[in-house]
């Protein structure tokens, strides 16, 4: 792919936090507007669907030639399954923290090339935070810094699990029993992948469904960072085009 990285991936930033202002328009009213559940149950809601239209016509436009797939646009697999390249698109993950009113929703952006992540964008317009991260360098933006960011050590360690949904309990305290002193960080969305990215967590382990639009921007970040995500068998997550959107189990680690 031969593309500007850095420059696209300032063009990803300003998508993101355009799709996520559309998010908070909704957000800060929440008796304007309706939950509906989709084929599988999940909920969506008006803000979904706005910002996955302002994702959408945004890369059309910066890079026509690269396809996308989204939650909310799911391509059928006959005509994804040879992609080499293309963007991976959650344009609000985390709907129930956001019905909920806690915050911790994203917009996801992810670069795919050859199965691999190479660029992301996690942002969190109700925290005023934004995660981003291309080839070998991540960086965390508030309202008033931006810096590059790295995974690390700590003792006791920081596991950190998911708010709202439940992992397979047998497995997760089977995990939790062997690693000794550690201490439970709960947050919703692709944000725990980026608290293992700045280092407020060392572990994020996974024992329950994820899709891939899920993941593929917070990996980004994750991996940028110098952390490592794998499947339980210790191979690196990946975004080969397969029929089915779901990943495997897996784990983040520093």
Request: hydrophobic share 40%; aromatic share 8%.
């Amino acid at each position: 792919m031969n593309i500007n990285k850095e420059s696209l991936l300032q063009n990803i930033c300003v998508i993101a936090k355009s799709a996520g202002e559309s998010i908070i328009a909704i957000y800060h009213d929440m008796t304007n507007y309706q939950i509906r559940k989709k084929i599988d149950k999940s909920p969506v809601t008006e803000a979904d669907i706005i910002s996955n239209n302002i994702i959408l016509s945004s890369l059309k436009n910066i890079t026509p030639n690269i396809p996308i797939l989204s939650e909310e646009n799911p391509i059928p697999w006959d005509i994804r399954k040879n992609w080499q390249d293309y963007w991976l698109v959650d344009p609000l993950d985390g709907t129930k923290e956001f019905i909920q009113h806690n915050g911790e929703f994203t917009v996801n952006i992810a670069l795919i090339e050859k199965g691999k992540p190479i660029l992301g964008v996690v942002y969190a317009p109700a925290l005023n935070l934004m995660y981003f991260a291309s080839e070998k360098q991540a960086w965390k933006k508030t309202d008033k810094h931006i810096r590059p960011i790295s995974c690390c050590q700590a003792n006791p360690m920081s596991v950190i699990i998911s708010r709202s949904h439940n992992n397979d309990v047998d497995k997760m305290n089977k995990f939790l029993s062997n690693l000794g002193e550690h201490k439970i960080i709960k947050i919703g969305s692709s944000l725990k992948f980026c608290l293992v990215a700045e280092g407020k967590a060392q572990l994020y382990p996974r024992f329950n469904n994820t899709n891939i639009w899920d993941t593929g921007a917070g990996q980004a970040v994750a991996i940028a960072s110098g952390a490592h995500v794998n499947d339980w068998n210790g191979s690196p997550l990946n975004y080969i085009p397969r029929e089915s959107f779901l990943n495997p189990n897996f784990l983040v680690s520093t």
